[in-house]
């Protein structure tokens, strides 16, 4: 038959993962671990594990940031000890390889959720994050931290756990409630609790959907992280949207402060020239030529638990909402101008000073957003394009659909 | 008058049976096959002078010749069926009786060169098997007998192929006998004719993911199969063919249509329409044939993709 072998015309994006991350899970997926597990071996795996997941995490919150091999080596070692605790959880296919879309997003296989813990910079910002959150709370009270879609390893969080129960703190008064929906990753994350012995800092750990939780505590700590680059796909937005109910009146929301900007740039020079002579992305390595290029439309929405509060939803469809965003303005008098494209960065504060810069992971990678063509027409139109010329004021509104994402519109 | 002295005009490998049951009951005094020869009217010839059946070329450089030799059998009936050529006129008055060409539809419905193609894709229940003169237009001529025959909600392009190659000698030898009364009860076609059977190109073959339902896809599919590989699927650099789909229940919670609403061991492969969902059950490309849940695993295509209606060396974006 034929084969149509063309080049795309998508923005190859930059690679965040370092590549010996994943060489290393690769490796791991070719070989299965052919590792035989009787207790002996299940007792030097729980060993194992406890105190690699011990080391990264002290690792994780030394003021100075190490090293980045250092790191890429912490984070190997650990990857392998979780790969052998999902080895154990011992997922049937269905478990390990079904993805679906439901009514507030993506819901991806926990094949693919398993190396989401090699996003180095992620982790990092987010175990640092939580531990001066929970420094600052009362240690003496019970606090609930909710973590909903947090995947087979809630690596943002139970690194940070095995270390406290390392040093012996926070218990009892830490209460945690995991929730995924797929019955793949709850049966993982069971699984590693036991092996990083920890169950005492567990509430309850539930397969379900987000959008139907109701807790019995209210939230003092809500950890969430349920986004892809570019705010889209997956149900942060709703997700926040349903537990701000929930959460106590001291509560405080992981990332404290998740912001969207708009720029302009050529595709070219942001995606491809900025990269092509580094390994890996990273904020540290952003070519300052190419950011001066940029023409910088300001931000388009911001997530914080103020915002969070006077959110006004609008209905949309049936089943879905949108949520009224900021307006920007395509500049005027720049001659080449159609050959920009528009784009959308996420920057995220973390908490207090820790923070998540553009390109520093997968989900701070500016994404472009091809649909908005500005003083062109496309040469194949598709059904969503957005024809804009220079000066058009261009209004955003947050889709809360099941892709959720932005929808540019012309004010 | 008896009818003994018949031509056969064909020009596919699907005649052969036909025309060895005619000879068997030594009624065929050649075959002619028209065009420029392919290999199939090559093995067609080949197997026919092999039972002693004459055979006649007919294209550019031997009309006159073969004219020549048709005058001198001096048949009294032409046959034609599975023919994909159109001939010019001097051929159809030799017979006695004229030329009698067998066309898969109820003509004057679905006139033209894949009518089986368009009738499943239509979403047709009954079809018939039309017997008619051939005279100076394409499939207008005066129908001589008429059978129906059922087209099922499963079948295929072949399944129905296959229904009427069974009825068809009978569908013959009713031929037969009426040409032996000069087709006296000919009836002729009206002009009403609301759906034609144009060849088919490969824009057909694509999946027109923004309009189609979930019926009018199963039946893309099934009326391309198994011969054109059913419908064309798209995504990324990816093409294969979809050679059975079915209606599916889940939600496609309004996602664009072509977008991956599922993958799943249990429930397969499941795409969005504009109004509710497909299941893509049967796949194939160069390297098999797989299930739809399997052929999402092998080229990891998951939930969230989008099937583009054409490949995508016609879509350049910027
Ligand atoms: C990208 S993954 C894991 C994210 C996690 N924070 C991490 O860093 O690994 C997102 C997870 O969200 C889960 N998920 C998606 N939608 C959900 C929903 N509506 N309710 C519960 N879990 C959901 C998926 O099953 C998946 O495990």
């Given at each position: 038959?034929d084969?149509?072998?063309?080049?795309?015309?998508?923005?190859?994006?930059?690679?965040?993962q370092d590549?010996?991350?994943?060489?290393?899970?690769?490796?791991?997926?070719r070989?299965?671990?052919?590792?035989c597990?009787?207790?002996?071996?299940?007792?030097?795996?729980?060993?194992?594990?406890?105190?690699?997941?011990?080391?990264?995490t002290?690792?994780?919150?030394?003021?100075?940031?190490?090293?980045?091999?250092?790191l890429?080596?912490?984070?190997?070692e650990?990857?392998?000890?979780?790969l052998?605790?999902?080895?154990?959880?011992?997922?049937?296919?269905?478990?390990?390889?079904?993805?679906?879309?439901?009514?507030?997003?993506?819901?991806?296989?926990?094949?693919?959720?398993?190396?989401?813990?090699?996003?180095?910079?992620?982790?990092?910002?987010?175990?640092?994050?939580?531990?001066?959150?929970?420094?600052?709370?009362?240690s003496?009270?019970?606090?609930?931290?909710?973590?909903?879609?947090?995947?087979?390893?809630?690596?943002l969080?139970?690194?940070?756990?095995?270390?406290?129960?390392?040093?012996?703190?926070?218990?009892?008064?830490?209460?945690?409630?995991?929730?995924?929906i797929?019955?793949?990753?709850?049966?993982?994350?069971?699984?590693?609790?036991?092996?990083?012995?920890?169950?005492?800092y567990?509430?309850?750990?539930?397969?379900?959907?987000?959008?139907?939780?109701q807790?019995?505590?209210?939230?003092?700590l809500?950890?969430?992280?349920?986004?892809?680059?570019?705010?889209?796909?997956?149900g942060?937005?709703?997700?926040?949207?349903?537990?701000?109910?929930?959460?106590s009146?001291?509560?405080?929301?992981?990332?404290e402060?998740?912001?969207?900007?708009?720029?302009l740039?050529?595709?070219?020079?942001?995606?491809?020239?900025?990269?092509?002579?580094?390994?890996?992305?990273?904020?540290?390595?952003?070519?300052s030529?190419?950011?001066?290029?940029?023409i910088?439309?300001?931000?388009?929405?911001?997530?914080?638990?103020?915002?969070?509060?006077?959110?006004?939803?609008?209905?949309f469809?049936?089943?879905a909402?949108l949520?009224?965003?900021?307006?920007?303005?395509?500049?005027?008098?720049?001659?080449?101008?159609?050959?920009?494209?528009?784009?959308?960065?996420?920057?995220?504060a973390?908490?207090?000073t820790?923070?998540?810069?553009?390109?520093?992971?997968?989900?701070?990678?500016?994404?472009p957003?091809?649909?908005?063509?500005?003083d062109?027409?496309?040469?194949?139109?598709?059904?969503?394009?957005?024809?804009?010329?220079?000066g058009?004021?261009?209004?955003?509104?947050?889709?809360?659909?099941?892709?959720?994402?932005?929808?540019?519109?012309?004010? | 008058?008896?009818?003994?002295?018949i031509i056969v005009?064909?020009?596919?490998?699907?005649?052969?049976?036909?025309?060895?049951?005619?000879?068997?009951?030594?009624?065929?005094?050649?075959?002619?096959?028209?065009?420029?020869?392919?290999?199939?009217?090559?093995h067609l010839?080949?197997?026919?002078?092999?039972?002693g059946?004459?055979?006649?070329?007919?294209?550019?450089?031997?009309?006159?010749?073969?004219?020549?030799?048709?005058?001198?059998?001096s048949?009294?009936?032409?046959?034609?069926?599975?023919?994909?050529?159109?001939?010019?006129?001097?051929?159809?008055?030799i017979?006695?009786?004229?030329?009698?060409?067998?066309?898969?539809s109820p003509?004057?419905?679905y006139?033209g060169?894949?009518?089986?193609?368009?009738?499943?894709?239509?979403?047709?229940?009954?079809?018939?098997?039309?017997?008619?003169?051939?005279?100076?237009?394409?499939?207008?001529?005066?129908?001589?007998?008429?059978?129906?025959?059922?087209?099922?909600?499963?079948?295929?392009?072949?399944?129905?192929?296959?229904?009427?190659?069974?009825?068809?000698?009978?569908?013959?030898?009713?031929?037969?006998?009426?040409?032996?009364?000069?087709?006296?009860d000919?009836?002729?076609q009206?002009?009403?004719?609301?759906?034609?059977?144009?060849?088919?190109?490969?824009d057909?073959?694509?999946?027109?993911?923004s309009?189609?339902?979930?019926?009018?896809?199963?039946?893309?599919?099934?009326a391309?199969?198994?011969?054109?590989?059913?419908?064309h699927?798209?995504l990324?650099?990816?093409?294969?063919?979809?050679?059975?789909?079915?209606?599916?229940?889940?939600?496609n919670?309004?996602?664009?249509?072509?977008?991956?609403?599922?993958?799943?061991?249990?429930e397969?492969?499941?795409?969005?329409?504009?109004?509710?969902?497909?299941?893509?059950?049967?796949?194939?490309?160069?390297?098999?044939?797989?299930?739809?849940?399997?052929?999402?695993c092998?080229?990891?295509f998951?939930?969230?993709?989008?099937?583009?209606?054409?490949p995508?060396?016609n879509?350049?974006?910027h």
């Amino acid at each position: 038959m034929d084969n149509y072998k063309t080049t795309s015309t998508r923005v190859t994006m930059p690679a965040v993962q370092d590549k010996r991350l994943e060489q290393m899970f690769n490796q791991f997926l070719r070989d299965q671990l052919a590792a035989c597990m009787n207790t002996d071996a299940e007792n030097s795996h729980q060993e194992a594990l406890q105190h690699s997941l011990e080391q990264l995490t002290e690792l994780l919150l030394i003021n100075s940031r190490p090293d980045h091999d250092q790191l890429a080596d912490a984070f190997s070692e650990s990857n392998i000890r979780l790969l052998n605790s999902f080895k154990l959880a011992d997922l049937n296919e269905t478990e390990l390889n079904q993805s679906f879309i439901n009514k507030h997003g993506l819901v991806i296989s926990v094949k693919d959720t398993l190396n989401t813990v090699n996003d180095i910079y992620r982790v990092r910002s987010f175990i640092r994050g939580i531990h001066s959150a929970l420094n600052e709370t009362d240690s003496s009270r019970v606090t609930h931290i909710v973590y909903p879609a947090c995947g087979p390893f809630a690596p943002l969080l139970l690194p940070l756990i095995r270390h406290y129960k390392a040093k012996g703190v926070f218990s009892p008064n830490l209460k945690i409630s995991l929730l995924d929906i797929q019955p793949g990753a709850v049966k993982v994350l069971n699984q590693l609790i036991d092996d990083l012995d920890i169950r005492e800092y567990i509430h309850e750990v539930l397969c379900m959907d987000v959008m139907d939780y109701q807790p019995e505590l209210p939230i003092d700590l809500l950890v969430l992280e349920a986004l892809q680059h570019g705010f889209t796909k997956e149900g942060h937005m709703a997700f926040a949207c349903h537990l701000s109910q929930f959460l106590s009146a001291e509560a405080r929301m992981i990332p404290e402060k998740l912001s969207v900007t708009a720029f302009l740039n050529k595709g070219q020079r942001e995606y491809v020239d900025q990269w092509k002579d580094q390994e890996r992305a990273h904020s540290d390595f952003l070519d300052s030529e190419i950011q001066n290029e940029r023409i910088m439309l300001g931000e388009i929405f911001s997530l914080t638990l103020e915002t969070l509060k006077s959110i006004k939803l609008i209905p949309f469809g049936e089943n879905a909402r949108l949520v009224e965003c900021n307006q920007i303005t395509i500049p005027q008098d720049i001659p080449d101008i159609n050959k920009y494209i528009l784009n959308l960065a996420v920057n995220i504060a973390t908490y207090s000073t820790e923070t998540l810069n553009e390109y520093d992971s997968g989900i701070t990678c500016p994404v472009p957003d091809m649909s908005v063509c500005i003083d062109f027409k496309p040469k194949a139109p598709e059904p969503d394009d957005l024809l804009v010329k220079s000066g058009d004021k261009i209004k955003f509104y947050y889709k809360m659909t099941a892709t959720p994402g932005f929808l540019p519109t012309i004010a | 008058m008896n009818i003994s002295n018949i031509i056969v005009i064909t020009t596919g490998m699907e005649s052969i049976n036909l025309i060895s049951l005619l000879h068997s009951k030594q009624l065929v005094k050649g075959v002619v096959i028209p065009g420029a020869w392919g290999h199939i009217q090559h093995h067609l010839n080949e197997q026919l002078r092999a039972a002693g059946i004459p055979c006649f070329p007919y294209g550019k450089d031997n009309i006159n010749q073969t004219l020549q030799s048709l005058q001198d059998i001096s048949p009294d009936l032409g046959l034609m069926f599975f023919c994909s050529e159109k001939l010019d006129s001097d051929i159809y008055r030799i017979p006695g009786q004229g030329v009698i060409n067998i066309h898969a539809s109820p003509l004057p419905e679905y006139r033209g060169a894949q009518p089986i193609y368009w009738q499943i894709r239509n979403g047709e229940t009954r079809t018939a098997l039309t017997a008619h003169i051939v005279d100076s237009s394409l499939d207008t001529g005066p129908v001589v007998a008429q059978k129906l025959v059922e087209i099922d909600p499963y079948d295929t392009h072949h399944c129905v192929l296959g229904r009427m190659s069974e009825i068809l000698p009978s569908l013959i030898d009713e031929i037969i006998d009426k040409a032996a009364d000069g087709f006296i009860d000919r009836r002729p076609q009206t002009d009403q004719c609301s759906n034609l059977a144009p060849r088919i190109n490969q824009d057909d073959l694509h999946i027109d993911w923004s309009n189609i339902t979930s019926e009018a896809l199963c039946n893309q599919v099934r009326a391309g199969s198994p011969h054109l590989g059913g419908a064309h699927l798209f995504l990324g650099q990816s093409v294969a063919q979809l050679l059975q789909a079915s209606a599916s229940d889940i939600s496609n919670f309004d996602t664009p249509p072509g977008t991956i609403v599922r993958v799943s061991p249990g429930e397969g492969l499941i795409v969005a329409l504009k109004e509710g969902c497909i299941r893509l059950d049967i796949v194939a490309n160069s390297e098999g044939v797989f299930d739809g849940y399997r052929y999402a695993c092998l080229y990891d295509f998951k939930a969230g993709m989008q099937f583009h209606k054409s490949p995508l060396l016609n879509q350049q974006g910027h």
